[in-house]
């Protein structure tokens, strides 16, 4: 029986290694629905509730595992809903592959049913775009989608007619041109070095510092020891972008943890006072918490030349892969032996850390926020797969969640968008299910999507949901506040229960209100098999204080309450006790 175009499509999505799919059926898809039906015993389907969990399932897959993450979706309103997930594989770097139907190839732009033209639609997010024509086009179109999404890091997109789908393939239907087999199924990874002496230029430039930094980002994952012998040659500290979280564990001397908004007050001091430093696989985006330009030299590693000098204007880039340039370089690299620099960040870093220990050992009721995720991290295995949201979910993961032994952790970085954390944590069970799976997410994020928690009961994932419940959207109400100055305003949400929720999903359902049962009641859910949903009902006033606050935040903030923010005398004293009475 001859092969039709979705039979060859999904054979050579096997023939590359792909051995998973996250989508959402459709009629537009019904023709490789059936190829995934006859092929399911070497490509597994998952099925999402939404094909936005699906784009984000493939995100996180790739992100955790380093391969090919794969997403279907049909005609029309599926493949919209593909669009959030797959811009944030592509600001984040991911390599991901987009499938999507399309109405039928001669109806095509005469505004028939779901006819939205995808391949214009995904120019912007797809480094690949392309329709397939037929069976004699999909395989060449499949290889050149997938090398051009681990080449570049990227999206690609490939769009099928739903008739077309079911086209059988025939040498007759093939132009002369177009060789049979012409096409392989390998990707040649590229590992480019610098010459030698732009090595010694920057060795040269670090070995002239007394105070070296290192900032730390997505590209150092996989360059621990590296990282490690740098700093101890420079005798610097190291500040990990949120997307470098898991690059070194910590709590290892060399590093003072976070930067930015989210990160800790040593890590912004010792950027601040450097007067060396060396970017290891980071765009980390906000350029105010980098040194100010003129006062210290940088050397960046990058594998993306057009990224060299993005943020901070470096004085020598070498591009490549940051492993193997680092091996590369260290040999340049003289010891130093003054190393107060460093240990004056090891210092702040105890500080810190006793800080952070306050924070999350406190009592007081309503329970702070801080508490859950302190608890949360002494149940974490030396492997465990954390994935968190975006908004002040994110603060108190970044500060309080550390990695130890090969922990992964990751959320939506440059893009930063809400409701990824769940479908990251349905990728990274379905890629290692012997592994513990965490999300960490907000009450507003999860209620975007939060019809996954079925997903997790469909597939019996184990997978423990940990939401902060405060009944508002908390990044939105602070940025209201501290920098517009302005009381919040719109961002209080409708209370659900979802603990109740999860029951009713079939998974386990808890709650903790009281900040002296949060340790028992996470290991009573952390020992529950399969999906669990813990929710936390936590002081809405907590806020996410920066690591160091500025005077101009400390103005808008006491602006806002002066405008009558509500619950104003709350804040006060929760900001108060969080000892920052500088900002009112």
Request: glycine content about 10%; charged content about 20%.
């Given at each position: 029986?001859?092969?039709?175009?979705?039979?060859?499509?999904?054979?050579?999505?096997?023939?590359?290694?792909?051995?998973?799919?996250?989508?959402?059926?459709?009629?537009?898809?019904?023709?490789?629905?059936?190829?995934?039906?006859?092929?399911?015993?070497?490509?597994?389907?998952?099925?999402?509730?939404?094909?936005e969990a699906a784009a984000f399932a493939a995100c996180g897959y790739a992100k955790y595992t380093g391969r090919l993450g794969v997403c279907l979706a049909t005609s029309g309103p599926g493949g919209i809903h593909l669009l959030n997930g797959l811009y944030d594989a592509k600001c984040?770097?991911?390599?991901?592959?987009?499938?999507?139907?399309?109405?039928?190839?001669?109806?095509?732009?005469?505004?028939?049913?779901?006819?939205?033209?995808?391949?214009?639609?995904?120019?912007?997010?797809?480094?690949?775009?392309?329709?397939?024509?037929?069976?004699?086009?999909?395989?060449?179109?499949?290889?050149?989608?997938?090398?051009?999404?681990?080449?570049?890091?990227?999206?690609s997109h490939i769009t099928i007619p739903k008739d077309i789908q079911e086209w059988t393939a025939s040498d007759e239907q093939r132009s002369a041109a177009n060789i049979p087999k012409h096409s392989a199924d390998l990707f040649a990874a590229a590992f480019p070095l610098p010459k030698?002496?732009?090595?010694?230029?920057?060795?040269?430039?670090?070995?002239?510092?007394?105070?070296?930094?290192?900032?730390?980002?997505?590209?150092?994952?996989?360059?621990?020891?590296?990282?490690?012998?740098?700093?101890?040659?420079?005798?610097?500290?190291?500040?990990?972008?949120?997307?470098?979280?898991?690059?070194?564990?910590?709590?290892?001397?060399?590093?003072?943890?976070?930067?930015?908004?989210?990160?800790?007050?040593?890590?912004?001091?010792?950027?601040?006072?450097?007067?060396?430093?060396?970017?290891?696989?980071?765009?980390?985006?906000?350029?105010?918490?980098?040194?100010?330009?003129?006062?210290?030299?940088?050397?960046?590693?990058?594998?993306?030349?057009?990224?060299?000098?993005?943020?901070?204007?470096?004085?020598?880039?070498?591009?490549?892969?940051?492993?193997?340039?680092?091996?590369?370089?260290?040999?340049?690299?003289?010891?130093?032996?003054?190393?107060?620099?460093?240990?004056?960040?090891?210092?702040?870093?105890?500080?810190?850390?006793?800080?952070?220990?306050?924070?999350?050992?406190?009592?007081?009721?309503?329970?702070?926020?801080?508490?859950?995720?302190?608890?949360?991290?002494?149940?974490?295995?030396?492997?465990?797969?954390?994935?968190?949201?975006?908004?002040?979910?994110?603060?108190?993961?970044?500060?309080?969640?550390?990695?130890?032994?090969?922990?992964?952790?990751?959320?939506?970085?440059?893009?930063?968008?809400?409701?990824?954390?769940?479908?990251?944590?349905?990728?990274?069970?379905?890629?290692?299910?012997?592994?513990?799976?965490?999300?960490?997410?907000?009450?507003?994020?999860?209620?975007?999507?939060?019809?996954?928690?079925?997903?997790?009961?469909?597939?019996?994932?184990?997978?423990?949901?940990?939401?902060?419940?405060?009944?508002?959207?908390?990044?939105?109400?602070?940025?209201?506040?501290?920098?517009?100055?302005?009381?919040?305003?719109?961002?209080?949400?409708?209370?659900?229960?979802?603990?109740?929720?999860?029951?009713?999903?079939?998974?386990?359902?808890?709650?903790?209100?009281?900040?002296?049962?949060?340790?028992?009641?996470?290991?009573?859910?952390?020992?529950?098999?399969?999906?669990?949903?813990?929710?936390?009902?936590?002081?809405?006033?907590?806020?996410?204080?920066?690591?160091?606050?500025?005077?101009?935040?400390a103005f808008k903030f006491a602006e806002a309450l002066a405008k009558g923010q509500s619950h104003a005398w709350d804040i006060i004293k929760t900001v108060a006790k969080d000892k920052w009475r500088e900002v009112v």
């Open positions: 029986m001859a092969k039709n175009t979705a039979d060859l499509l999904i054979e050579r999505l096997i023939a590359w290694g792909v051995d998973t799919i996250f989508g959402f059926p459709g009629d537009g898809i019904n023709g490789i629905f059936e190829a995934l039906r006859t092929h399911q015993k070497e490509l597994k389907f998952v099925q999402v509730r939404h094909e984040d770097g991911q390599p991901v592959l987009a499938i999507t139907g399309h109405t039928f190839h001669d109806l095509i732009g005469l505004h028939y049913q779901q006819d939205v033209d995808l391949d214009k639609l995904f120019m912007d997010v797809a480094a690949f775009n392309q329709r397939v024509m037929g069976p004699a086009h999909v395989v060449n179109v499949v290889d050149e989608a997938i090398k051009t999404s681990l080449a570049r890091r990227t999206v030698e002496e732009i090595f010694e230029e920057a060795a040269q430039l670090i070995n002239a510092g007394s105070k070296v930094a290192i900032l730390a980002g997505r590209g150092s994952l996989g360059c621990r020891d590296e990282l490690l012998q740098l700093a101890e040659r420079v005798a610097g500290p190291i500040a990990k972008a949120l997307l470098g979280k898991a690059a070194i564990p910590d709590d290892n001397p060399y590093t003072t943890g976070g930067i930015g908004l989210l990160g800790t007050a040593p890590s912004q001091e010792a950027l601040s006072d450097c007067d060396t430093l060396i970017i290891v696989g980071s765009s980390f985006p906000y350029l105010e918490f980098y040194p100010k330009p003129g006062k210290a030299k940088a050397v960046q590693i990058d594998i993306d030349p057009a990224r060299i000098g993005l943020r901070y204007p470096a004085d020598v880039g070498l591009v490549g892969d940051c492993r193997t340039v680092l091996q590369a370089l260290l040999p340049f690299i003289v010891q130093k032996t003054d190393r107060s620099f460093l240990e004056t960040a090891q210092k702040n870093m105890k500080g810190w850390k006793e800080l952070m220990k306050e924070r999350g050992t406190r009592t007081d009721s309503p329970m702070k926020p801080q508490v859950v995720t302190y608890e949360l991290n002494k149940l974490l295995d030396n492997d465990a797969i954390v994935s968190s949201d975006s908004g002040t979910i994110a603060t108190w993961a970044a500060r309080h969640i550390e990695i130890r032994g090969d922990m992964q952790f990751s959320l939506s970085g440059s893009l930063a968008t809400m409701a990824n954390g769940l479908p990251y944590s349905i990728g990274a069970a379905i890629a290692y299910p012997g592994r513990q799976i965490v999300c960490i997410v907000g009450d507003g994020g999860l209620t975007m999507l939060m019809g996954e928690i079925a997903t997790l009961v469909k597939y019996n994932l184990n997978v423990k949901v940990v939401v902060i419940k405060n009944d508002v959207l908390g990044m939105i109400k602070w940025e209201e506040m501290v920098l517009n100055g302005n009381p919040q305003f719109g961002v209080q949400l409708q209370p659900i229960d979802f603990a109740a929720h999860a029951r009713a999903c079939g998974a386990a359902g808890y709650t903790i209100e009281d900040p002296n049962q949060a340790a028992g009641i996470l290991r009573e859910a952390f020992a529950q098999p399969g999906p669990a949903v813990i929710q936390a009902v936590v002081d809405a006033n907590e806020p996410p204080m920066p690591g160091q606050v500025d005077m101009k935040q």
